[in-house]
């Protein structure tokens, strides 16, 4: 049985697919177009948004913000927030400073039921 998911997730998943899709489009556009001319910083920019990637890069992100909010806001209800308050207080502090605390609150925000 799948599980069910929220809103914030479902986003979230649909952003990140249509971001790997564009990555991928984005790479072949590359490979193409570096056959035919050198690819510059301006030739790099005109792909980015002729691919769609730097729409899809915006819209990951503005999901991944949804799914933090969400997740945050929803482990406020739970016994073990109130345990451990500050410790993940101190994590969502360091969201915009620490990639790495980023992904990995991504990674249990989307496991939350």
């Known amino acids: 049985m799948k599980p069910i998911l ?14 790997e ?13 570096a056959k035919e001319q050198e690819v510059t910083q301006e030739v790099m920019e005109g792909l980015v948004v002729e691919t769609g990637f730097h729409d899809a890069f915006n819209d990951l992100r503005e999901a ?24 993940i207080d101190d994590m969502y502090l360091k969201l915009n400073t620490d990639p ?12 939350v039921r």
């Open 21 to 33: 899709d564009r990555s991928k489009i984005l790479e072949k556009k590359i490979e193409e177009t």
């Open 100 to 111: 790495q605390m980023r992904n990995r609150i991504i990674q249990l925000a989307m496991r």
């Open 6 to 19: 929220s809103k914030p997730q479902l986003g979230y998943s649909k952003a990140k697919r249509k971001f």
């Open 64 to 87: 991944e913000n949804e799914l933090i909010e969400w997740s945050h806001n929803t482990m406020k209800h739970e016994k073990s927030y109130k345990d451990n308050k500050q410790a």
